[in-house]
Structure formats: C-alpha cells, structure tokens
C-alpha cells in the first residue's frame, strides 16, 4: 500500500486513523468543514492513494469514513430522513456549501456512499473522494457482519485496509466493489496514439466490456424494455421463453429415503468455498451483442443462450435434475446457457438446439476477478490459522475454532470477501429500484457495459453444474443428498463429520472427482449437522434442511 493507505476513519476529533495505527493531524476546520476536509484528503498532508490494478486503469480515490461523531461535527443528520431514495435533501445545507466550493456529486446523490468530485482539467487531473458515512448504514451488517461499524477507529481503519489492499478501496456496498473490481481489473479503455493526428485518443481494451449491450429476449428480466415489447404486461413467461438459470434449491421427496439412509444418525451439511468464484474460473462469457441464430449446431465452447428440450432424459430422482434450479426434471423445451447443456452432453446425451442466441466475440473476462479475489480469500483463512496444508481433520477443526472464537476485524474481511463475489454476481443483472418505476421503461444500471445477465447466467449455471458433478460422482458410490441450497449441500451420516460419510479411495484418499475437504475456492467445508430426525421432519413438511443445516437460516447470513 502506498503512502499513508487509501482511507482514513474520522471520530470526530482533530485526528484521523490510517492504517496500522498511523494518526494523521487534520487541518483547523477540517473537522466541520466538508470542502476543507476534501481538500486535505487529496493533498500532499495526507497522502491517501491506492495504485491502479490495471496498467490502463485509474488509481483509487481516497475514501474517508465517517463514524456518528464525525458525521454529526460535520453536520450531517445522525439518520437518512428520506427512507425511499437514502440520500440527503437537495436543500440541505451540506449540499449547499459543497456546490458553493464548486463540488459535484454523481447521480446517486448524498447517501450512505456519496462520491464528491470536480471535472478533470489538464491542470488539476482527477479530484475524487469516496464518503462511507457508518451511522446511514455504509457498512451492512449482511456483508461486513453485526458490529462491524461500532468498531473504535484504529481497529475499522485496519479491517477496511486490509479489504482494500486485497480486493479493492470500498466504493459501496460490497457488491458495487465486486462489479467495480471487474471493470478495474478489465478496463474499458486504455489511451493510443492516433498515427493520423499524432493525438492521444480512447480506445477500447481488448477482452473488456466496452459498451453496454442489449440482452437477448430470453435473458432479459421482467421489466426490460426487450420484454415489454415482446409479450403483454403481467404476461408469465414460460420455460421456453424465458432463461432461468438459478441457484438450486432442492429437496428429496421422503418417500425415496432408504431404509439404510433412515438407519443413519445424522445429517450432515457441506457447503462449497466461494462456489461462484470458482465458477468464474476460466469461464468464457460474452464480451459483444448476442446474434440470433435458428437449428444452430451446439458448440460447448460458445457462451450464449439455446432452446433444447431435455425433457425425455432418465434422471435419477435421489439427485436435482443438473437443468433446473428446483431440482425438477424439465417437462418442456426450455432455454439453456451453455454450461448446462455442455454438462449434459458431457452425461452422455445428444444436445439438439432449435434456436440460440449466441456471443461470438467472448473471452475470460473474469479470470483476474476471480485470482483476486480467491488469493484474498486465501490469504485472510491463513490470517485465521486455516492453510491448505492443513491435513482435513486438523481443517475441520480449525473451521470449528474459527466459529467459536471470532476475530473482530479479519472475520468481517473474510465475510466481505464472500459478499463481494456474491453480491458482484448478481449486480450483473442489477434490476429496477425505487417507487417511481414503471415496468418496460430503462433504468440507469442498463447503460452500464457491466449490465449483463447473460454473464451473471453462465456464472450460476457452471456452479450448478460443478455441483451436480461432484454429487454425481457420491451417487456413483452409493451417496445421495437428501437436500441442496445453492452451494451447501446435506447428506444422512453414520456420525457427525463430513469425514464419517465422504467416501473414499481403496489407498484412503478423497473420492477423484467428488466432495474435498479444504480452504481453498471449490473445496468443502462443514456446515453444520442435526439429527435425522430434525431432517426428515423438514422434508416432511417441504422445508430445506441446507438452509437450517447451521441452526438457523442461511440466508440470514446472506447466504
């Protein structure tokens, strides 16, 4: 990190903290006075600067965090009145003495995350900061966890340091930093010189999303105007007019229990590490426009789209169907992404496509996102004591210290991390906020290039397959799930460790192709174990034991 880090945490006092316990001295007024405090955050004084990840990108803008004390000193309102849009008044005072410094802030307003800039001129180059204000709900308790923002100074401004020099400087919630880390690893455009004018001109960086582009009808959401124009208003689109191509989650029917399965004491969970990172890894998607095509011939390499009907093929009903999101066998012709109908070639069946809608110009566009982020994840579980060189009991326990005993700012960077690749996924297909939305009509999130479901599709399709995979192979051994959510998945177990059902080779080692313990992104963990009784009881009444298998809701924890 250079300089003083790329953020500071302001209390109120005539102090600021900077990374690894460094104060930093504010100027008089700066305290009270948003203009004088901007000012001396771009300045030499505090030298706050984060180096570009990318040769062609930008360097990241100083971000000042403001605690209750030092938002009410500045004279901002303890709370957002404003519940609907969360930002501040136009005519608040604030705002006032802002514009009257000459300061601008982007279309999103005063809110929890405002952004405060002047135009860039050849003499002063770019003037930016980046606010996080704690007490409007900067950092939510989802990603960051529940006391994060009640943390003293010192310790905030170590934990939000450490996230920004593995991921990224926050710019917003953590899944605005997850996309803002695509397009700062993948810039849209990089400075060439003109030969004809001898002029440095913008051009677009191979590989990057330059331009935002129109979905295909069938991976547009609901309330696109693609949509609007194609069907009637409150029309349901059906299997094969729509893509969904979604997490699973899943439960056996009980009746297919075995009396074998019924002799087991319990049921254990296993949940994938940073399954839709993995996902991400080394997955070709869509950089152009979709081109459609009619009777295409299905090409496994080809990111897009495609009308198959999978419906006649034999699927064992102990596992989900790998092309659905429920689990349901499909009962139709149906739209696929190539992942999904690339896994059931894979399984042995002829793949015949009606029509597709496909992306020629493609490429790995998320390939540095994912090294990124798996290498913080990596190094932060090593932070908390939990290596991949851990033997998997030693790994287990580990993980069980680790729950008992949380650490106050590595456990929230560790939580951030995930969320921002979760939350970064699914701003890919960002859909309409606010009261005043009026289905069919464009909001502002489609003029951006990192608008695209489509790559948001792939994404979950290939974690879905990769599941289905490793489950595919436990079948092969005489293992089935009796429930899955997403990325966890639940099995019924003689005893209460993964390590008392994952099977295993002759020579002891983990089943080649199927469920491994371990830290790294793709690998297992445990998620939690109940009893039989507590799960047969769940499917009984058509709940998801994946989503209690830890005693309480998963998706409280926003998983």
Request: glycine content about 8%; aromatic content about 6%; hydrophobic content about 40%.
């Amino acid at each position: 990190m250079e300089g003083n880090g790329p953020l500071v945490v302001l209390d109120g006092t005539d102090k600021a903290h900077a990374a690894h316990g460094l104060l930093l001295p504010l100027p008089p007024k700066a305290r009270t006075d948003l203009p004088t405090l901007i000012a001396w955050a771009l300045g030499p004084d505090a030298d706050l600067r984060s180096p570009r990840l990318h040769r062609n990108g930008k360097d990241g803008d100083p971000l000042l965090v403001l605690t209750a004390a030092a938002a009410e000193a500045l004279g901002l309102p303890p709370a957002l009145e404003d519940r609907r849009t969360l930002r501040l008044p136009d005519n608040h005072p604030t705002l006032k003495l802002l514009a009257k410094a000459k300061w601008q802030l982007t279309r999103r307003g005063f809110g929890p995350w405002p952004r405060i800039y002047r135009p860039a001129t050849p003499t002063t180059g770019r003037q930016c900061v980046q606010l996080a204000v704690l007490p409007w709900g900067a950092l939510d308790a989802r990603a960051w966890g529940e006391h994060t923002a009640e943390l003293p100074a010192p310790e905030l401004a170590a934990l939000l340091t450490t996230y920004a020099a593995r991921v990224l400087t926050p710019r917003g919630s953590t899944a605005v930093s997850g996309l803002e880390l695509m397009t700062a690893l993948r810039p849209p455009t990089r400075a060439a010189r003109n030969p004809e004018t001898n002029t440095w001109e913008s051009a677009p960086v191979a590989g990057s999303l330059t331009r935002a582009v129109d979905p295909a009808p069938p991976e547009a959401p609901d309330e696109h105007p693609v949509v609007a124009a194609l069907y009637p208003r409150a029309h349901q689109r059906t299997p094969d007019q729509v893509l969904d191509e979604e997490a699973y989650d899943w439960i056996r029917d009980p009746q297919l229990l075995t009396d074998a399965e019924c002799a087991r004491a319990h049921a254990v969970g296993i949940d994938v590490n940073m399954a839709f990172a993995a996902a991400a890894n080394r997955l070709p998607v869509g950089i152009g426009p979709a081109v459609h095509t009619r009777g295409p011939r299905f090409d496994p390499k080809t990111p897009g789209c495609w009308l198959a009907d999978l419906s006649s093929l034999e699927l064992d009903p102990r596992l989900p169907s790998p092309f659905t999101p429920n689990g349901h066998p499909p009962t139709g012709p149906a739209w696929y992404a190539t992942p999904t109908l690339a896994y059931a070639q894979e399984l042995g069946h002829p793949v015949h496509a009606t029509e597709a809608w496909l992306r020629p110009d493609h490429g790995p566009y998320l390939d540095a996102w994912y090294t990124r982020l798996r290498d913080a994840y990596v190094a932060t579980m090593a932070d908390l004591g939990v290596t991949s060189a851990l033997p998997e009991p030693e790994f287990l326990a580990a993980m069980a210290e680790l729950q008992e005993h949380p650490d106050p700012v590595l456990k929230p960077v560790l939580s951030a991390i995930k969320s921002t690749v979760k939350g970064g996924i699914g701003k890919l297909r960002e859909r309409p906020q606010g009261a005043a939305y009026r289905p069919g009509e464009p909001w502002p999130a489609l003029e951006r290039p990192t608008w695209r479901p489509d790559i948001r599709a792939a994404v979950i399709s290939t974690a879905r397959v990769n599941m289905h995979r490793k489950m595919n192979k436990l079948a092969a051994a005489g293992l089935h799930p009796i429930a899955v959510l997403s990325d966890c998945a639940v099995y019924l177990s003689d005893g209460p460790s993964p390590l008392d059902f994952l099977p295993r080779t002759p020579e002891g080692k983990p089943l080649p192709g199927g469920f491994r313990l371990g830290v790294s992104p793709g690998m297992v963990k445990h998620e939690g174990t109940q009893s039989l009784l507590w799960a047969v009881e769940m499917l009984d009444q058509g709940l998801n034991p994946a989503r209690h298998i830890k005693g309480h809701d998963a998706a409280a924890d926003g998983e």
